[in-house]
């Protein structure tokens, strides 16, 4: 079983810059590739942005790719998720996610191929 532990959020004022660290039990860490997802109230989760198990490849959803960005660390066994210039309607939890995926470049970004979550990470961001 693989735990996932987010960190990280908080309240913070619209323009502020965040940065959202998961730290994984997974071991290999490498041999999985990483997500990032938020959850609106009342909405599904949605992808923010993937990244690959070798961390080469990554895909940030195109409508926030100017302000947000994922990488990881294979050796701290961490993937993160950098925001800047944080507005209002990025409010929400936030997950990340570890997915068993088959090659070192592929970016997983469908919720339902990822096996394991954590338990989220509340945002806040006051105008």
């Known amino acids: 079983q693989v735990q996932l532990v987010e960190s990280g959020g908080g309240l913070v004022q619209a323009g502020d810059s965040l940065r959202l660290s998961c730290a994984s039990s997974?071991?290999?860490?490498?041999?999985?590739?990483m997500g990032w997802f938020r959850q609106f109230p009342g909405m599904e989760r949605e992808l923010v942005a993937a990244?690959?198990?070798?961390?080469?490849?990554?895909y940030v959803v195109p409508a926030i790719s100017n302000r947000f960005s994922i990488s990881r660390d294979n050796v701290q066994n961490t993937v993160t998720l950098q925001i800047k210039n944080l507005k209002p309607e990025d409010t929400a939890i936030y997950f990340c996610?570890?997915?068993?995926?088959?090659?070192?470049?592929?970016?997983?970004?469908?919720?339902?191929?990822?096996?394991?979550w954590g338990q989220g990470t509340q945002v806040s961001v006051s105008s």
């Open positions: 996610a570890a997915d068993r995926s088959e090659g070192v470049w592929y970016v997983s970004t469908s919720q339902y191929e990822y096996e394991y």
């Open positions: 997974a071991r290999p860490f490498s041999a999985y590739g």
């Open positions: 990244i690959s198990q070798n961390g080469r490849n990554t």
